[in-house]
T-cell receptor, first 114, second 117 residues
């Protein structure tokens, strides 16, 4: 069965510092990995995805994520955090053995302090 | 282009009552999904439509939940009768991928918050 873990409920970082939001996954087949962001009172917005190819994926708003197959991780990163990055971040995985269904992690709340 | 829209944005009902949530996907998107987030926990899959057909309804919690997508356009999710544990945020999402295994992202609505008292 597929599963996604986000080990940190909350991440605090100072504005201008680099940020990392962690995600690990478990699938039986090949993983398709996604990051979404949810701002207050809004729906989930797509940030980036890894399907195949280069392990470093670049996405919206300056975010990037690195796929690490040996560690089954897909951590989200940004070199310099902005206060406006404060939001709830969800990691999700699709297993190519299981068709269309996405499995989401529990979410990590990122707070960027001015 | 209009995104995924959901109605109502918030519904407050009493235990035992009925509520119907509606989702309008992005035009042309064959795939429509319902997800639920309860009490700040993880987002749980409920079901997946391809056009008007239920492709996967393995996440539907019990027979008090009924989802339809007549004509393959908008979808409704009815909860009857509602229980306290049904409170949460119900998200709808759509995608335009075709085929058995998709690599595309989902486009989400803003969610319908259901509060059962």
């Amino acid at each position: 069965a597929q599963s996604v873990a986000q080990p940190e409920d909350q991440v605090n970082v100072a504005e201008g510092n680099p940020l990392t939001v962690k995600c690990t996954y478990s699938v039986s087949g090949n993983p398709y990995l996604f990051w979404y962001v949810q701002y207050p009172n809004r729906g989930l917005q797509f940030l980036l995805k890894y399907i195949t190819g280069d392990n470093l994926v670049k996405g919206s708003y300056g975010f990037e994520a690195e796929f690490n197959k040996s560690q089954t991780s897909f951590h989200l990163k940004k070199p310099s955090a902005l206060v406006s990055d404060s939001a709830l971040y969800f990691c999700a995985v699709r297993d190519d053995n299981y068709g269309q269904n996405f499995v989401f992690g529990p979410g990590t709340r990122l707070s960027v302090l001015p | 282009e209009a995104g995924v829209t959901q109605f109502p944005s918030h519904s407050v009902i009493e235990k035992g009552q009925t509520v119907t949530l509606r989702c309008d996907p992005i035009s042309g998107h064959d795939n429509l999904y319902w997800y639920r987030r309860v009490m700040g926990k993880e987002i749980k899959f409920l079901l997946h439509f391809v056009k008007e057909s239920k492709q996967d309804e393995s996440g539907m919690p019990n027979n008090r939940f009924l989802a339809e997508r007549t004509g393959g356009t908008y979808s409704t999710l009815k909860v009857q009768p509602a229980e306290l544990e049904d409170s949460g945020v119900y998200f709808c999402a759509s995608s335009q991928d075709r085929g058995l295994v998709s690599t595309g992202e989902l486009f989400f609505g803003e969610g319908s918050r259901l509060t059962v008292l």
